[in-house]
């Protein structure tokens, strides 16, 4: 079982990161003194459940955690600055603070640095998130002491509903379009003059017609999906909203 560190300070650690083409250190007191933080760390940037889950719903749900009064959302690995730097443009992930640690510094000094060795790749992070006010840990969320890589406690919902259970997490978004559609453009006008934020998959190359009759049932676009149910065609999306 990894160490549960609640009610004690975090460890001093200097990061090394690389903003605007300029070497930085970054200390833990940087981040942590006088704010509420959510730090969340994990095996590896790019690895599947980090890529697909893990950061991805912190990211959505940033501005949720903001208006329950926390400053900061960090994602820390085992991984250089130029890694976390690459894989925080390809996630889109501009919600979230990326901290390397590259040496394993802080995940030792919280005693969950972990070997990894089975699978290439040396000393790593367990999978953990924690609530850390002024510099000491209120709450952990360490993942089970099992073999492989599981993903059960330290997810972003977990976190919230501790944080406070009456939180509503938004309601996701994703608009099928093309482009030069003036239905799309009136459909996305609808969604921002309510406040809602959204994917948009657009027709062509491999996102085909047939790929939208497979998922909609219709052939025309918009299609729009709201919370995972299909609303429909921008006349639909009117009627749901008003």
Known sequence: MQSNREGQKIPQATFNIREDNEWKQLSTDQLFRGKNVILFALPGAFTPTCSSTHLPRYNELAEVFAANGIDEILCL????????NEW??????ENIRFIPDGNGEFSEGMGMLVNKN???????SWRYSMLVRDGVIEKMFIEPDQPGDPFEVSDADTMLEYLNPNAQAPEFVTLFTKPGCPHCARAKALLEDKGYRYEQIELGGQITTRSLRAATGAGTVPQIFIGGKLI?????LEAHLA
């Not at 690995?77 to 976390?84: L, Q, R």
């Not at 925080?88 to 992930?93: L, P, R, V």
């Not at 089975?118 to 790593?124: D, S």
């Open 77 to 84: 690995s085992v991984n250089d600055t130029f890694v976390m």
């Open 88 to 93: 925080q443009a390809i996630q889109h992930a």
């Open 118 to 124: 089975e699978l290439g790749f040396g000393q790593r």
């Open 232 to 236: 429909g065609s921008a006349d639909e």
